[in-house]
Each structure stands twice: as structure tokens, then as C-alpha cells.
């Protein structure tokens, strides 16, 4: 008991001192790789808008219905000028066969250290949270999707976007 208090207390001292992201605030660069192991960042997006989503692990039940939902709606937000990115901790090889059993027309990134999932405050308790968020053209957080249906993610985009 002594120790999971200690434990506890060093988290909670931890997390005072870390400010969460909220709209309007910089959205944190990163620099990863997708499943063909080709390098992006999110820098070299300034004038759109770029869509993150956070999911859990590629074929996964959970995995399978995230990235279903922002494909169904792929060239809707396309064609509002977003860029889409799904991030896990999962490899690029894992992606790689994620991205083609599906047929996925965006790119898959990897986050194996998991510091882009820490910085965009998607790691839970239980692994990634069902996190999206929409980073404005000016890379500026616009709007952040927590939890709620995963398919509704892509669709509330969309209404925020008209």
C-alpha cells in the first residue's frame, strides 16, 4: 500500500505541472514514419488542416472500426482541403499489412516510443484513448474529439468544417 501511495502521489506531483492542450494553443510538431516508411511532419502542412486520430492497435476490433470510419469519409474531408493521419505505437511493418488488408487511401503513422501520443494527451490508463484532433491551417489545435462513438469522429469534422 505504502508504495502504490508513493507511486501515486509522484504521478499526481508529475502531472501538475504539465499544461493539457486546449483549442487555439500550438499544435506540437513531430516527425514520424507511415507504413511504407516514408517521413511526415506536421510542419510541412501549414495552410491545411490535419486531422490526427489516435487509435489503440492495428487489428484490433477497436483499430478495424477507426480507421473503417475515416476512410468512408476520406474524400469528403479531402476535398475540405485535411490531411489525415492515423497514429498508434504499433510499427510501420504492422501498418504496412493494417493499411493494405484495408485498402486505406491515408497514411498509417508510426509512434513506437509513444512521445507524440504523450504530447497530443492520447495515452490512458489502458493504452491509447480514442482521440482526434483537428489542427487549423495555421497550426493552431482547432478542435479536439474525445471518446464518444469512433465513427462519429469523422463526421463531427465535417460539421465543424461547413
Not at 484490433?60 to 490531411?83: C, H, M, P, W
Request: charged fraction near 25%; charge should be neutral.
Amino acid at each position: 500500500m505504502r508504495v502504490f501511495l508513493s507511486i501515486l502521489i509522484g504521478f499526481l506531483t508529475f502531472t501538475q505541472g504539465l499544461k493539457a492542450l486546449e483549442l487555439g494553443d500550438d499544435a506540437p510538431n513531430f516527425r514520424l514514419f507511415d507504413q511504407d516508411g516514408f517521413s511526415h511532419s506536421l510542419a510541412e502542412h501549414r495552410g491545411k488542416f490535419v486531422l490526427l486520430f489516435f487509435y489503440q492497435k492495428d487489428f484490433t476490433s477497436y483499430g478495424i472500426r477507426k480507421v473503417k470510419a475515416f476512410e468512408r469519409l476520406y474524400q469528403d474531408l479531402k476535398e475540405k482541403n485535411v490531411v489525415i493521419y492515423g497514429i498508434t505505437h504499433d510499427f510501420k511493418n504492422t501498418h504496412h499489412h493494417f493499411h493494405e488488408k484495408f485498402h486505406l487511401t491515408y497514411d498509417l503513422l508510426s509512434d513506437p516510443d509513444r512521445e507524440v501520443i504523450r504530447l497530443y494527451e492520447a495515452n490512458g490508463w489502458f493504452g491509447t484513448k480514442c482521440l482526434s484532433i483537428l489542427v487549423g491551417p495555421d497550426g493552431r489545435i482547432f478542435r479536439k474529439y474525445e471518446n464518444g462513438k469512433v465513427s462519429a469522429h469523422p463526421i463531427l469534422v465535417l460539421q465543424d468544417l461547413q
